[in-house]
């Protein structure tokens, strides 16, 4: 099976603008998470996505938005960027979003100017 | 609250030494633990994960962790260092909950060095 892909690998916006970040999960898996990795802060959850409805949510600002397709493919969407933003974006996949194995893709590096 | 501490930034080690990276978790209930492993410019990969059952869990390239609920610890060993071992290593927890649904709870992470 193929793995968790990403798109795009690499990212440069400037302050105020919007990025949309994508993420194919592993064929016949339904949860999507995303987490944000910095070097400040570590890594930290973003939410979740489960048969396109957001089951939990991590504590960023309303800035931070995400959705799920039918297909289970997954975009997050950041407003207003912050060179705060500045970041790894990394998407995980598992069956069913329990307590159970997440699948990392390779994740989007951000870059905020 | 739910929170990982892995003991120790970064280690350091020579080739062929054994390596131990250390991961307390602080839970009342039962835990879901995870090592994974992130090379430069990667996503994590899994080493290994304790769910329920035997508490000295095996993984990939070597490596294998013991539950110990007394200690509340799952630390990561590996009897002889390779060179292809460095990389950052990530201790994870979660539960069997609806409020922890598709989230992970991460420590901060361990940079571990070998030397030739």
């Known amino acids: 099976k193929a793995g968790v892909t990403q798109t795009p690998r690499y990212l440069i916006k400037t302050r105020g603008q919007q990025v949309t970040l994508s993420c194919s999960p592993i064929s016949g898996h339904r949860s999507v998470s995303w987490y944000q990795q910095t070097p400040g802060q570590g890594l930290q959850f973003l939410f979740e996505y489960f048969s396109e409805t957001q089951r939990n949510k991590g504590n960023f600002p309303g800035r931070f938005s995400g959705r799920q397709f039918s297909n289970s493919r997954s975009e997050m969407n950041v407003s207003t960027l912050e060179l705060g933003d500045s970041a790894l974006y990394l998407c995980a996949s598992s069956v069913a979003g329990g307590p159970e194995t997440q699948y990392f893709g390779p994740g989007t590096r951000l870059l905020v100017l | 609250a739910q929170s990982v501490t892995q003991l120790g930034s970064h280690v350091s080690v020579s080739e062929g030494a054994l390596v131990l990276l250390r991961c307390n978790y602080s839970?009342?209930?039962?835990?879901?633990l995870f090592w994974y492993v992130q090379y430069p410019n990667q996503g994590l990969q899994l080493l290994l994960k304790?769910?329920?059952?035997?508490?000295l869990v095996k993984g990939i390239n070597g490596f294998e962790a013991e539950f110990k609920k007394s200690e509340t610890s799952f630390h990561l060993t590996k009897p002889s260092a390779h060179m292809s071992d460095a990389a950052e290593y990530f201790c994870a927890v979660t539960y069997d909950r609806g409020s922890t649904l598709g989230r992970l709870y991460f420590g901060r992470g361990t940079q571990l060095t070998v030397w030739p």
């Open positions: 304790y769910t329920t059952g035997a508490t």
């Open positions: 839970s009342s209930v039962p835990p879901y």
